[in-house]
């Protein structure tokens, strides 16, 4: 069926494949879905995509809320505020009714989610769980002398050991849990500056940039924000030397016209479309993930997603400790080579190393399913049309795309042959 792919796109299918492999199998929408006393609170974990946290726990314990308190919570505060809230309800570990009452000492601290969003001040992203006289037991923030305001009330499912839910009778909150930045009160570059992110800032500043991101916040918007290190790093090349429009189409590989925050990364199990992406595809990126750990790919080079700086549905703001270089535009080393000492006619195999990696993205698309045409048209004839970029940016560099593309054809007319 796929005998005229090239196995290199094999390969980077099956890694996505494998990368994508994060659900375990239980789904707490689901479960609640059959509960109409929690549908508020379900929902909830549906629009803060804290659902999706939960699905990509292996071991989870949701404390949920009955409807008036959870419709309590939600009137008095911003969906940021709720997500957070939502999230230390979140134990990562598993507490049946039994484990409840059976703890050691009859206290312990457990870790929440919202300790994974590293925002945590010291111990408060884990929740007190104590065993009071008389069989109560209450939940509480973990600051020492906290009140253990809120109650076990009952068990609502167990699938053991995976995922637990209990009704508690209220939130647990401790001061500052619910001061969670709003996308509506927020301004955007003084947001990135204090978040270490000024060269960002300045650039979708100067290059308007920050107009378009502002008026996709009311529809979704997800930024990943480079922070000033990133900009000094090796093999980032020099953004001054890049035409407007590059900048421009750089700084839109950054963003995604959609509410992705962390861990609704982590499920991506396809290429994800930026605003850099146009009809024809492209300027994607890839995601893979690793426990807690969520790495972008270009094709180029490879970022890590560092802190959550704003979560506010519909808007995500991540920092990434890399400069994202889409291939599209730096596909080629950055060093250039030498020069060669005689024009050659056509390229030799060794004038066109290092070739960029068959990555995903960057693969010459589309596959010709016809016979390509020969290998000794012009040029001007590349099927590489992400080429024109760089065509308008640099000649001789385009000249080496347009040698890797005459490659391709050659490798594709190889493989047609072969396949006939
Ligand atoms: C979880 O269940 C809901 C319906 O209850 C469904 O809409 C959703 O797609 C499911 N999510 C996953 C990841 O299967
Ligand atoms: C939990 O909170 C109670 C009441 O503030 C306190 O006595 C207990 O030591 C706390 N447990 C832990 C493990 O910190
Ligand atoms: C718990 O999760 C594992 C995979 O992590 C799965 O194999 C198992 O079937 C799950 N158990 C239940 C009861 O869903
Ligand atoms: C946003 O913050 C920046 C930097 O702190 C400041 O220069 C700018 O005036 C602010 N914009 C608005 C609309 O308040
Ligand atoms: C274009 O490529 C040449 C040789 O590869 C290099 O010397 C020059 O700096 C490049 N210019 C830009 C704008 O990248
Ligand atoms: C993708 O590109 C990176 C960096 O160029 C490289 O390290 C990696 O091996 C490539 N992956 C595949 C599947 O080609």
């Known amino acids: 069926m796929a005998k005229n792919v090239p196995s290199s796109l094999l390969l980077a299918a099956m890694v996505l494949a494998l990368s994508a492999a994060t659900t375990n199998g239980h789904n707490i929408t689901a479960i609640l879905d059959s509960f109409p006393e929690y549908s508020i609170y379900n929902s909830y974990m549906t629009q803060t995509k804290v659902a999706d946290e939960v699905n990509s726990r292996e071991t989870v314990t949701c404390l949920v809320l009955p409807n008036a308190a959870m419709s309590a919570l939600a009137a008095r505060h911003s969906l940021a505020a709720i997500k957070n809230a939502l999230r230390i309800l979140v134990l990562l570990d598993y507490y049946d009714p039994q484990k409840l009452h059976d703890i050691p000492q009859g206290t312990t601290l457990t870790t929440t989610l ?22 109560r037991v209450a939940f509480g923030p973990a600051s020492p002398g906290s009140k253990l305001a809120s109650d076990y009330t009952k068990s609502v499912r167990q699938m053991p050991y995976n995922i637990s839910v209990l009704e508690i009778s209220s939130p647990i909150v401790f001061p500052g849990l619910l001061d969670a930045p709003s996308a509506a009160d927020t301004n955007l570059t003084a947001l990135l500056e204090k978040a270490g992110c000024r060269t960002f800032a300045s650039l979708i500043a100067s290059s308007g940039m920050l107009k378009n991101f502002q008026a996709s916040m009311d529809k979704g918007l ?65 995601v893979s993930a690793q426990g807690d750990d969520v790495t972008l790919h270009t094709g180029v080079d490879s970022s890590r997603v560092a ?24 596909g080629l080393p950055p060093a250039p080579a030498p020069a060669p000492s005689s024009l050659t006619p056509s390229p030799s195999p060794s004038d066109l190393a290092p070739a960029p990696s068959l990555n995903s993205s960057e693969a010459p698309s589309p596959i010709p399913l016809s016979p390509p045409a020969p290998p000794t048209s012009t040029p001007e004839g590349s099927p590489r049309g992400a080429s024109d970029k760089a065509d308008e ?28």
């Open 222 to 286: 997800t930024l990943f924000a480079p922070n000033d290190e990133a900009f000094k790093a090796d093999g980032v090349p020099d953004l001054n030397s890049l035409s407007s429009a590059d900048l421009v189409t750089l700084l839109q590989y950054h963003a995604l016209s959609s509410y992705n925050p962390k861990d609704t990364l982590k499920s991506a199990n396809h290429p994800i479309s930026t605003m850099a992406t146009g009809s024809a595809g492209k300027f994607d990126l890839t």
């Open 307 to 330: 802190n959550t700086i704003l979560d506010d549905t519909p808007v995500c703001i991540l920092t990434v400790d890399s400069v994202l270089l889409p291939v599209e535009l730096f």
């Open 393 to 420: 940016k640099n000649s001789s560099g385009a000249a080496k795309l347009r040698s890797i593309a005459m490659l391709t054809a050659v490798a594709a007319a190889a493989l047609w042959a072969a396949v006939i």
């Open 114 to 135: 919202y300790q994974t969003t590293g925002n945590a001040p010291g111990n408060q992203g884990f929740v007190n769980i104590t065993d009071v006289r008389g069989g």
